[in-house]
């Protein structure tokens, strides 16, 4: 069975941190592709940083340069390490594991307040 469990989510201050981290279990991240997606009320579900079997990283321009995706394959976790964070950054993030079909962490909320 297979299991994703986000944390690290919260409230913090225009201009602060968060690292989010993504534990897997029935999965191992680094045979598939993992990502991090938000959802803003009233918007659509978007990508914020995915990184290949390769350890290759991508980003949209919204995050790049604030947002690193990370993962220790031995702890089989996958981590987004968010700077300079934005009130535009408040959603809830969910961690994403693709192999023939996508998994999906329940999500975690982060508030960036002005």
């Known amino acids: 069975q297979v299991q994703l469990t986000e944390s690290g989510g919260g409230l913090v201050k225009a201009g602060g941190s968060l690292t989010l981290s993504c534990a897997a279990s029935?999965?191992?991240?680094?045979?598939?592709?993992s990502g991090w997606y938000r959802q803003a009320p009233g918007k659509q579900r978007e990508l914020v940083a995915k990184?290949?079997?390769?350890?290759?990283?991508t980003y949209p321009e919204s995050v790049k340069g604030r947002f690193t995706i990370s993962r220790d394959n031995a702890k089989n976790t996958l981590y987004l390490e968010m700077n300079t964070l934005k009130p535009d950054d408040t959603a809830v993030y969910s961690c994403?594991?693709?192999?023939?079909?996508?998994?999906w962490g329940q999500g975690t909320q982060v508030t960036v307040a002005s």
């Open positions: 994403n594991w693709f192999d023939r079909r996508d998994y």
């Open positions: 029935g999965i191992t991240f680094s045979r598939g592709l």
């Open positions: 990184i290949s079997t390769y350890g290759t990283k």
